[in-house]
């Protein structure tokens, strides 16, 4: 077996694990997993996941889904999707890999980790280089460890290999392949007579009693959603901020708690030229020296030169970096040997770095300080809101004695219309959890003060519930009418489609069978794939019956807008002996072979946690994750 794994090291399963490994820096930076070992939200066999390893997993969910659905993807909409549960999953899943590689002997050289660690992006400077100096600083940002980091590195590799073991040799017959090839590719051609709904004559008009009974028999088209009328109180950072004063003490503070952020390092543009020996860059460096452009140079020595903009120190090598940020402005540097050869640069321009003093960005630190300050405010305001609530204070007076606003929504419904279809909720911070709160609510009660975004709560009123309930006919007589009129129009349009399908199967033309019908549309299609699925010309509910079907049967069906009778003319049958089929089915193989190997590992998995045991603390997970009432 250990065999096997060790062919199975450089797999696509390793491969997929290291990147998730990568993107997971990328996202939401490093933390280091050996911290803060509390109560475990799960234990596989003897080993805990920590609740830190349940939120590290479930935040990269976050801001990986967050790129695909965009910046309003909060962490709310992510339990609904149900990312708790798909990132604690992963995490067992994981957990259960490493304890089968651990239990099959499988040790990953130290040598391997110092390789894939060298891959991390994260840990390349702007030359696209691994930097030790780098790595080392980015990991002590984040509090992690250099051993904990590459254990972590260890355990995934290991994992990868245990999967890579399972999967490994996983292939599809080519004679399965071609098969699946036939019934995907399979051509079809259809005589084809469209008759629109609404080519058909209006029918007679209807009684009132016709009329009522078809509003009553479709009461659902015509019934008018609950409506509310809702007082909004919000307190807000933005206005609480107003209020506050910043001392020269309290700017003094900030400024030296976030004083690196008013650094600006510096910055210089340089062009280089690498050279393989020592003898070529001397015979360059003399060359510029003497009155030729480093690009002349290059061009003579059959070398780029590349040009380096903005870079900062710690973006060079080590071995250039201190010669090119003492050089003087427009003069060479070199030659300077490191790993890729000898260097000879030019600096053409220095941008000085220094610190702004507090005197320069007294503005800008009095905002921050006031923000913060607001934001501890509102804190504050917003329990002393639910206490005055709690009291019985209305939530105009309370919200307004509390520096708040209070907002009037009359007669919306759920989705924040009113009975014109006007949204009214626009400016309304997270508008759709406040409705969501509000049409949850018993008339007269007010919900609870709950945050709206980042700086700002809201506690809602509803002050008044309207039913729903079924207009009444006068009121929408004119569209249950036009309702009606359809209605009859579809079954017109279905009836002459049927008397077509007859003509076709007694051996009439379609053209012959369409003669005289208003509209009818009389076309040939051109061939359909099987795999193409539906389109506008063969509906769907004609798609799958016609693609099982013998030539020359007919079949009516409906579309959206009208009847379609279609004919089966031809059966195209797939050839996979042709040259660009080839691609065709190597890739359905190649599919097919992922999906095997997905079932594989599931039942792999399965197998696992019998063997283990995993048992999970819902109590933990579900305090952790508990949604805001």
């Not at 002997?105 to 891959?119: C, E, F, H, L, P």
């Not at 590719?185 to 029918?203: G, H, K």
């Not at 009444?472 to 349009?493: C, I, N």
């Not at 279905?494 to 051996?507: F, N, P, Q, T, Y």
Request: net charge negative; aromatic share 6%; proline share 5%.
């Amino acid at each position: 077996m250990l065999q096997i794994i060790r062919s199975t090291a450089g797999s696509w399963v390793v491969k997929i694990l290291f990147v998730v490994l990568i993107i997971s820096f990328a996202v939401w930076g490093i933390g280091d997993i050996t911290r803060g070992v509390q109560t475990g939200v799960a234990k596989v066999g003897d080993t805990n996941i920590t609740p830190q390893e349940l939120d590290r997993e479930f935040k990269a969910e976050i801001n990986r889904l967050r790129q695909v659905m965009g910046p309003d993807f909060d962490e709310a909409k992510a339990r609904q999707l149900g990312l708790v549960d798909r990132a604690l999953e992963q995490l067992i899943q994981r957990t259960l890999l490493l304890k089968a590689a651990e239990d099959a002997g499988i040790r990953i050289a130290d040598q391997t980790v110092v390789d894939m660690v060298s891959k991390v992006p994260a840990f390349k400077n702007g030359l696209g280089q691994f930097d030790p100096a780098l790595m080392r600083a980015l990991l002590a940002q984040n509090g992690y460890t250099e051993h904990g980091f590459a254990e972590q590195v260890r355990a995934d590799l290991a994992q990868g290999d245990i999967a890579g073991a399972i999967t490994a040799g996983t292939t599809v017959p080519r004679a399965l392949a071609e098969q699946l090839f036939r019934y995907r590719e399979e051509a079809r051609r259809f005589d084809l007579v469209t008759i629109p709904n609404t080519a058909m004559p209006d029918a007679p008009a209807p009684e009132e009693a016709v009329l009522a009974q078809f509003h009553q028999d479709k009461a659902v088209r015509y019934t008018a959603p609950e409506y509310r009328d809702l007082t909004i109180g919000l307190i807000e950072a933005s206005a609480l901020s107003k209020e506050i004063q910043v001392s020269d003490e309290q700017r003094q503070e900030y400024y030296d708690a976030h004083q690196a952020d008013y650094v600006t390092a510096e910055r210089r543009t340089l062009t280089q030229i690498v050279f393989p020996d020592k003898a070529a860059a001397d015979k360059a460096l003399a060359a510029i020296q003497g009155g030729k452009t480093l690009e002349q140079v290059a061009k003579d020595a059959k070398q780029e030169a590349v040009k380096l903009e903005d870079v900062l120190k710690a973006d060079l090598p080590a071995e250039l970096a201190e010669p090119v940020f003492t050089a003087e402005q427009g003069k060479p540097v070199g030659p300077v040997e490191s790993a890729f050869g000898f260097h000879v640069a030019l600096v053409s321009t220095i941008k000085a770095g220094g610190t702004r003093t507090l005197a320069e960005v007294k503005d800008e630190v009095t905002a921050k300080v006031r923000q913060e300050k607001s934001i501890d405010k509102l804190y504050e305001a917003s329990t002393k809101l639910e206490d005055a609530l709690a009291n019985g204070t209305p939530v105009a007076d309370a919200v307004k004695e509390f520096g708040g606003r209070t907002i009037k929504l009359d007669g919306v419904d759920n989705q924040g219309k009113d009975k014109k279809g006007v949204v009214k909720t626009d400016g309304l911070p997270t508008a759709d959890a406040i409705l969501t709160n509000a049409f949850s609510l018993p008339e007269g009660q007010n919900g609870s003060v709950a945050e709206a975004g980042n700086d700002a709560f809201y506690v809602v009123h509803v002050d008044a519930v309207t039913p729903s309930a079924v207009k009444p006919l006068a009121e929408v007589k004119g569209q249950v009418l036009a309702d009606w009129q359809a209605e009859q129009k579809a079954a017109t349009a279905k009836k002459k489609a049927e008397e077509v399908a007859e003509k076709l199967r007694a051996g009439a033309t379609p053209k012959d069978a369409a003669a005289g019908i208003t509209g009818a549309l009389v076309q040939r299609s051109e061939p359909m794939r099987r795999a193409g699925g539906p389109n506008l010309s063969l509906p769907a509910s004609l798609f799958e019956p016609m693609f099982a079907a013998k030539p020359d049967t007919v079949a009516v069906g409906a579309s959206s807008s009208g009847q379609v009778v279609a004919k089966l003319v031809e059966i195209i049958p797939a050839d996979p002996s042709l040259v660009q089929a080839a691609t065709a089915i190597n890739m359905l193989s190649s599919n097919m072979a992922e999906a095997m190997a997905s079932d594989l590992m599931l039942q792999y998995l399965a197998g696992l946690r019998a063997r283990y045991g995993v048992t999970i603390n819902r109590s933990v997970i579900d305090t952790m994750y508990r949604p805001q009432e």
